[in-house]
Each structure stands twice: as structure tokens, then as C-alpha cells.
């Protein structure tokens, strides 16, 4: 957590030091398209989720939109063990959208982002169920999860450009999540169930993109 508001102090500083120099007038209202490809980590997936995006951007506001990759996410309780897929998959649809207080800058873009992140993903465990009264005699089922889960964070960060239309950046958040899970038991299927959490969430991103 000291690294996180660390790491937030460090942009919030270069901001002023920056924005005081490097904004360009936004007289041009034209829009601008691009794409930005990326990877980020939040608490619900199980490893890095890539991503890539359309964007829209006039003035100082941008929008962004596009589908997300990556490995199922994590469920460790109630579970003994789980078995995830190696594979990278679909897991998601991310909007987002961004304003540069400053304006756009020659070099540096100061932002702060509002994303919106629809995620799903299963996994396969194994339940250990005692069967009373007597807790010595167990039975082990195999159990299927599936999740679907609603994101919202808001992100402060900065993009570095280079050769007029390109950039590379990095980005952190906070937020929430709000996740619903159904459990599906192989044998003991009087022992489904379903639960919705509601979770405090966070993001560490980073991107590359261009706008023309």
C-alpha cells in the first residue's frame, strides 16, 4: 500500500512541474482516432490482463473502448485446489473514459481515467464435504465456478509522446467490484450455490498507443 500512494505522489508531482511548461493550447477541436494496447492487473484476475482499444479523442476529453485477455480469474475459497487454463482467452469488455485537465501537452498528457470493466471467467476445484455425524468419513466432488464481474475504477496517470502521433504511459486506481459467482458441484449438486461480493478493488496499468 506505501508503494501504491508513493507511486501516486510521484505522478501528482510531475503533473504540476510538468503542466506548468508543456501544454499546448487546444485551439485545434478536431477529433482524433487511435488505438492502445496495453496490460493492467486488478485483484480479480489470476495473472495479467491484456487489452486493446479504439479510441476517440477531441479536445481534452478521450473515449475508449475494446476487449480484454487473459487467464481465468482467481477463486481460492472454499476450494483444497483449483485448476486453471494456461490459456489466454476473451475475459472481457473494457470502457474508459479520460480528461487532460491541462490540455494536451508537447510531450507529457497528465489524466485522470474513469473505466467501467465487464469481466467473466470459470474455474475447476475439488470440495471436501464431511458426512455427519461422522467427520471421519468425508466425500471429495469435483466443483465448477463461474463468475461474472462489474469493475469500476478511477485511474490518475501520464503518457509520454514521441514521433507526433505516438505514446507510451502508466497509470494506477482504485475502485470497487462487484462479482457474482455460481458454484456447480459434479455428484452433490443439492450443495450449489450462489453468492455476490462486493469488493474494494485496485488497477496497475500500462499502455502504448497513437492518435491521428
Known amino acids: 500500500m506505501s508503494k501504491f500512494f508513493l507511486i ?9 512541474i510538468c503542466a506548468q511548461y508543456d501544454s499546448i493550447p487546444m485551439s485545434k477541436n478536431k477529433f482524433q482516432y487511435g488505438t ?14 491484456y487489452s486493446t ?3 476517440i479523442t477531441k479536445g481534452i476529453h478521450e473515449f475508449a473502448i475494446g476487449p480484454s485477455f487473459g ?8 476450494f483444497d485446489a483449483m485448476n486453471y487454463s494456461k490459456k489466454k482467452r476473451l475475459n472481457g469488455f473494457d470502457f474508459s473514459y479520460r480528461i487532460l485537465p491541462n490540455g494536451q501537452g508537447k510531450i507529457f498528457d497528465f489524466y485522470f481515467q474513469f473505466d467501467y470493466l465487464q469481466k467473466w471467467g470459470k474455474g475447476d476445484g475439488y470440495d471436501i464435504i464431511p458426512n455427519y455425524p461422522n467427520l471421519y468419513d468425508q466425500t471429495k466432488d ?4 463461474q463468475s461474472k464481474a462489474s469493475v469500476l475504477l478511477f485511474e490518475y496517470g501520464f503518457d509520454i509522446k514521441f514521433l507526433n502521433y505516438f505514446y507510451v504511459g502508466t497509470s ?4 470497487g467490484k462487484f462479482e457474482f459467482r455460481k458454484y456447480e458441484y459434479e455428484t452433490l449438486t443439492q450443495y450449489n450455490y450462489k453468492e ?3 469488493e474494494a478493488d485496485f488497477i496497475y496499468r500500462a499502455n502504448f498507443g497513437f492518435r491521428f
Open 172 to 175: 494506477i486506481g482504485i475502485g
Open 71 to 78: 487467464k481465468a480469474p482467481s477463486f481460492f475459497q472454499p
Open 196 to 198: 455476490t461480493l462486493v
Open 8 to 16: 501516486s505522489l510521484l505522478i501528482f508531482n510531475l503533473n504540476k
Open 53 to 55: 482499444q479504439i479510441t
Open 142 to 145: 469435483n466443483v465448477n465456478v
Open 36 to 49: 492502445r494496447c496495453g496490460f493492467y492487473f486488478t485483484s480479480y484476475q489470476s495473472s495479467l490482463i
